[in-house]
């Protein structure tokens, strides 16, 4: 059973910085490409960034050149790190990778999510 945990979400102020971190668990055979999303209230999930195996990055146009995004395979962990945040920044943090359990076989997984509370 693989499991994704997100921590390192809290309340912050405005053009403060938070690090989040989602470990991955379980009986993997490899990561493949891996992502943070985020979901404010009334709002649909929406891709915050992703980062390929070969360590490739994309963002969305709302965080880049604030949020970085950065993966250890050998701790199955995949971070984001958040400067300069904003009030817009507000929402539940989710990750989510493609994981490969058997040579054969891959599937996406979510983490449970973490809240991140930007004051103005």
């Known amino acids: 059973q693989v499991q994704l945990v997100e921590s390192g979400g809290g309340l912050v102020q405005a053009g403060g910085s938070l690090r989040l971190s989602c470990a991955a668990s379980?009986?993997?055979?490899?990561?493949?490409?891996m992502g943070w999303y985020r979901q404010a209230p009334g709002k649909q999930r929406e891709l915050v960034a992703t980062?390929?195996?070969?360590?490739?990055?994309d963002y969305a146009d709302s965080v880049k050149g604030r949020f970085t995004i950065s993966r250890n395979d050998a701790k199955k962990t995949v971070y984001l790190q958040m400067n300069s945040l904003k009030p817009e920044d507000t929402a539940v943090y989710y990750c989510?990778?493609?994981?490969?359990?058997?040579?054969?076989?891959?599937?996406?997984?979510w983490g449970q999510g973490t809240q991140v509370t930007v004051s103005s």
């Open positions: 989510a990778a493609n994981i490969r359990v058997i040579v054969t076989t891959s599937n996406d997984y």
């Open positions: 980062i390929t195996i070969g360590g490739s990055t």
């Open positions: 379980g009986k993997i055979f490899s990561i493949n490409a």
